[in-house]
Structures are given as structure tokens and as C-alpha cells.
């Protein structure tokens, strides 16, 4: 019952509406600079990306086993450099945290599924 122990440790009731709602989300907020999960592109991958300044892919955010669901709600919180301020909601964080914590569940009992 590996799952359902990966899913108790991910915490802050994650149901899939709010990840898919997360997933959305970074996918339109966040691509730019992260690859946000698997099977997404590289971001700085087309033209406009050269000098574009990259942060770590959402995967590897979440295999950290210090980025918990509070360290990761305050740093989306206050956009970091050179992210600018999205104005999210509360609601919105919530979403992007489970969506990133959801990577770590998948991620964490089959690793050979997630090509990068
Ligand atoms: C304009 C580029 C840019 C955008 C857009 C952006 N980020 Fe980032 N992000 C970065 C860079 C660069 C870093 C690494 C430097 C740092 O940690 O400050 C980073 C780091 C992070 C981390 C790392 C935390 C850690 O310490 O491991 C998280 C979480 C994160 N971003 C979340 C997001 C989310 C969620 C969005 C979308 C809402 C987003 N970022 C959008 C550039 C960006």
C-alpha cells in the first residue's frame, strides 16, 4: 500500500480537482521559466527563450523532501526574481501546491516513468 501512504504524507486534502485545477494553472503562469511537469516542454526551448532565466523543474521541486506544502504556499506567495507578481489567490496557491506535490507521488514509486 505504498500509495496510500505517498498520498497521507502529500497531505492538505489534494483532491484531483484542485491538482488539475494546479496543473492549469502552472502550465499558463509558470512554463515560461519551469518545466512544470512530466511531459511538458523545456522552457527557452523556441526563440523567445535565450536569454530567459530558468528555474528548476516542478519535478524536481517536489522530489525535495524540504519544499513541504507550507515552505511551498509562502514562496509562490511572494513572486520570486525574475517571477513577476501574479496577483494569485490563496486559492489559486492552493491549487499550484497540490499540483506540485502531486508530482512528488507520482514520481517517488515509479521514477523510471518520468522521462525528462
Ligand atoms: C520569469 C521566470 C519565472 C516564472 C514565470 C516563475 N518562476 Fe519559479 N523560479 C524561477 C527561478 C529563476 C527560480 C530559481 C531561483 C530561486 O529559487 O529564486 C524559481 C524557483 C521556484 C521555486 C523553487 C523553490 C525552491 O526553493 O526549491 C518554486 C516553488 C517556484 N519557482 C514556483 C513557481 C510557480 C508556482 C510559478 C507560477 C505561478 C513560477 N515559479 C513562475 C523563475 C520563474
Same mark, same amino acid.
Given at each position: ?25 502552472? %502550465?499558463?503562469?509558470? $512554463?515560461?521559466? =519551469? ?11 523556441? %526563440? ?21 506544502? &507550507? /515552505?511551498? =504556499? ?5 513572486? =520570486? /526574481? ?5 496577483? @494569485? $489567490? %490563496?486559492?489559486?496557491?492552493? $491549487? &499550484?501546491?497540490? /499540483?506540485?506535490? $502531486? @508530482? ?9 516513468? %518520468?522521462?525528462?
Amino acid at each position: 500500500m505504498t500509495i496510500a501512504v505517498f498520498a497521507a504524507q502529500a497531505g492538505d486534502a489534494a483532491d484531483p480537482a484542485q491538482i488539475a485545477a494546479g496543473k492549469s494553472l502552472a %502550465e499558463a503562469a509558470c $512554463s515560461a521559466c =519551469h518545466k512544470v511537469g512530466p511531459g511538458q516542454p523545456q522552457p527557452g526551448a523556441g %526563440e523567445a527563450g535565450k536569454d530567459r532565466v530558468k528555474g528548476p523543474s516542478f519535478t524536481r521541486i517536489a522530489r525535495d523532501r524540504r519544499n513541504d506544502g &507550507l /515552505y511551498l =504556499h509562502s514562496f509562490i506567495k511572494f513572486p =520570486h /526574481y525574475p517571477m513577476r507578481d501574479l496577483s @494569485l $489567490s %490563496e486559492g489559486q496557491i492552493d $491549487s &499550484l501546491v497540490a /499540483y506540485i506535490l $502531486s @508530482l512528488r507521488k507520482k514520481a517517488s514509486p515509479k521514477p523510471a516513468a %518520468e522521462a525528462q
